[in-house]
């Protein structure tokens, strides 16, 4: 299955059946981020493969160049994911960083930190951005990229570049390159066993026959 054939499927699964998905076949955590990382801009359901970039605290007042260069380098379609370690009452993504995501025709942000410029980003480009916080504090002088396509981390997850991202209002998914295939096939085998039993929950007038013939909450 290629890449955009992935994405698109991923588009059409709920957030909830790819994260119980991801954690039967990665044998793991689910693969959801942190329910603080919630979408401050647009909430409809964003799938993409992850560009990474990790930044750190400085007293140095340098741009961040490896942030910079994966928006203007990654390709069409990439979910832009920062993360600061935990770091997250600092603005690592703003209103010139979106102009450059629009520009080179990016999917999203997902942010380990904060986002400022939230009403121009709604004004002007209604791009998804899924952060820890709301902060108007700079990276300038405070924060620094160290790197760029390298493995971070986010909570207890662990996403690699490439890794599939998906999510809307109900949160973040990281989904492995590696196990993409097989989550979302059973991510569609989850979206219609519960289509069939809400059905039967509604046509019974019963939650536990529904519970019953299907065994799923």
């Known amino acids: 299955m290629t890449l955009e054939e992935l994405v698109a499927g991923f588009r059409e699964v709920a957030t909830a059946s790819c994260a119980d998905a991801v954690e039967k076949i990665a044998e793991g955590k689910g693969g959801w981020l942190d329910s603080d990382l919630r979408p401050r801009i647009n ?3 964003i799938a993409g493969p992850a560009v990474t970039v990790l930044e750190g605290p400085t007293d140095e007042n340098v741009a961040p160049e490896h942030a910079l260069n994966a928006i203007d380098e990654a390709d069409a379609g990439s979910v832009i994911v920062i993360s600061t370690n935990g770091h997250g ?3 690592v993504w703003g209103g010139l960083m979106t ?3 629009v520009a080179n025709k ?7 930190a904060g986002v400022r410029d939230i009403v121009e980003i709604k004004r002007d480009y209604d791009f998804p951005v899924y952060s820890r916080t709301v902060c108007p504090g700079t990276t300038l002088g405070n924060y620094k990229t160290i790197a760029s396509n390298v493995e971070v981390k986010i909570g207890e997850v662990i996403i690699h570049p490439g890794d599939i991202i998906m ?3 109900d949160g973040v998914v990281c989904i492995p390159r590696e196990h993409a295939e097989a989550v979302l096939e059973m991510s569609r085998e989850i979206d219609e066993r519960e289509a069939e039993q809400a059905k039967l929950i509604i046509d019974s007038g019963s939650l536990r026959e529904g519970l019953a013939k299907y065994g799923r909450i």
Not at 106 to 112: C, F, G, K
């Open 89 to 91: 009452e600092i603005a």
């Open 106 to 112: 990016h999917e999203a942000a997902v942010l380990d």
């Open 99 to 101: 102009a450059g995501a």
């Open 43 to 45: 909430e409809k359901k």
């Open 167 to 169: 999510g809307d209002i």
